[in-house]
Structures are given as structure tokens and as C-alpha cells.
């Protein structure tokens, strides 16, 4: 199971780390860091929920990992001072906190953390694999299914609905699928209400477990 670097380096280290730069509010949808930018800031995620993204040379994109409350973002290009290998979006709005690339790695040194960030990094490469693998094998309403689960786990909120504010065809790339395959694998779910198409765009996830208990079931 996932675990967030809040509960890796404990309330009180993260606190201090939040103590490094001011919270800031972006809106769904926005850029927060993007593939192949140098690694100039780390993100702490105070609130909100993220897709983190690979795109291939002919624009196409993936859905790696999403990220929820808790989680560092783009540590691993400033730790070893490479390019972001992947670009991360707000999948709703989000509360960051940008601390730059020298503040973030002296704190890491004062509080000897290089080593547990890199195994948590590990983790998550073991993570991304079997995200990949599941994009290999898996039908289209199972991947969707999990896509959609992975981001209300995200979520910072507990309300009985989640706002998933992509489009349909940004879904259908990140699963890589087709946007028929898509809107088809949705169809069953908005008639048993487990879905809905919002009116400011995008999707209200209603009941993640019925979604994904049916799409294993058709699988």
C-alpha cells in the first residue's frame, strides 16, 4: 500500500518542511510540473489530489501514479539532479507549497533523509510497474475503474461524491484507450447512477466501489 511522505518523515519534519514556504491554492486542471523541466523546486501537497503523467514522443499520455495529501512532488529530479521524468496535473483543486530545490536539499541533509526517500522512491517505481502492467492486460472498463478508484483514495475529501474535473478523452488517454471505449465502459455506471457528467465538465464518481466490483465482474 502506498505510503505518503508525511508518514514517512512523521508530522513533525513535515512541519518543519512546510515551514520552508508559504501555501499556495492552484486550480483543477493546472500544471503543477511538467516533463522534462529542470528540477529547479520540490512541491509538498498540503491538499488536493494529483495525476502524475508520462507523454510519449508522439503526445500521447499515460496515467503513472495519482497522488493525494501528504505527498512530495518532483524530490526524485532535484535529489539527483536531473530533468522531471513526468509532468503532474491537479486533478482537483490544490493546496501546494513550492520550496526551492537548495532549501529542500539542505533540509534533507540536516535531517538525513536522502536514504528513506530514495527507498520510498523505489516503492514507487514498483508502484508505476504495476500500474504499467495493468495498462498492458487489463480491459478498458477495469482500467477506468481502477484510474477512477486511485483517484478518490487521492481525494481530500470525504464527501459521498468526487469530482473527477478531466474530460472524457483526457480519461481515455491516460488509460490508453480509445474515447468510444471510454464513454462505452461509462455508460452502464451513469445509468445506475454511479456516475455523472458534471455541468462545469468532467465527471461526479458517486459509488467507486459498485464502479469497480462491476467492471471486474465484466472483465
Not at 40 to 47: G, N, R, S
Not at 71 to 86: K, S
Not at 119 to 138: F, M, P, W
Not at 147 to 159: E, K, N, P, Q, V
Request: with cysteine; charged share 15%.
Amino acid at each position: 500500500m502506498y505510503q505518503s511522505h508525511l508518514e514517512l518523515i512523521g508530522g513533525s519534519l513535515w512541519s518543519a518542511l512546510q515551514g520552508l514556504a508559504p501555501q499556495r491554492v492552484r486550480p483543477a486542471r493546472s500544471l503543477l510540473l511538467r516533463q522534462g523541466d529542470p528540477a529547479t523546486h520540490v512541491i509538498m501537497l498540503d491538499a488536493g489530489s494529483t495525476l502524475v503523467t508520462l507523454t510519449g514522443q508522439r503526445g500521447e499520455r499515460a496515467l503513472l501514479a495519482v497522488r493525494g495529501a501528504g505527498a512530495l512532488l518532483g524530490e526524485l529530479a532535484v535529489l539527483d539532479e536531473q530533468p522531471r521524468t513526468a509532468s503532474v496535473i491537479a486533478a482537483e483543486a490544490c493546496h501546494v507549497r513550492i520550496v526551492p530545490a537548495s532549501d529542500f536539499l539542505a533540509f534533507v541533509e540536516e535531517h538525513h533523509l536522502l536514504a528513506p526517500l530514495l527507498r520510498h522512491a523505489i516503492n514507487r517505481v514498483r508502484e508505476g510497474q504495476a500500474v504499467r502492467l495493468e495498462l498492458s492486460t487489463a480491459s478498458v472498463p477495469v482500467r477506468l475503474a481502477s484510474a477512477l478508484g486511485r483517484l478518490s483514495d487521492a481525494a481530500s475529501s470525504a464527501a459521498t461524491g468526487l469530482v473527477v474535473r478531466l474530460t472524457q478523452t483526457e480519461l481515455s488517454q491516460m488509460i490508453g484507450a480509445s474515447r468510444n471505449a471510454v464513454g462505452n465502459a461509462l455508460r452502464p455506471w451513469r445509468e445506475e447512477g454511479w456516475v455523472a457528467t458534471e455541468s462545469g465538465g468532467g465527471l461526479l464518481i458517486r459509488n467507486i466501489g459498485a464502479i469497480q466490483s462491476h467492471a471486474h465482474t465484466q472483465a
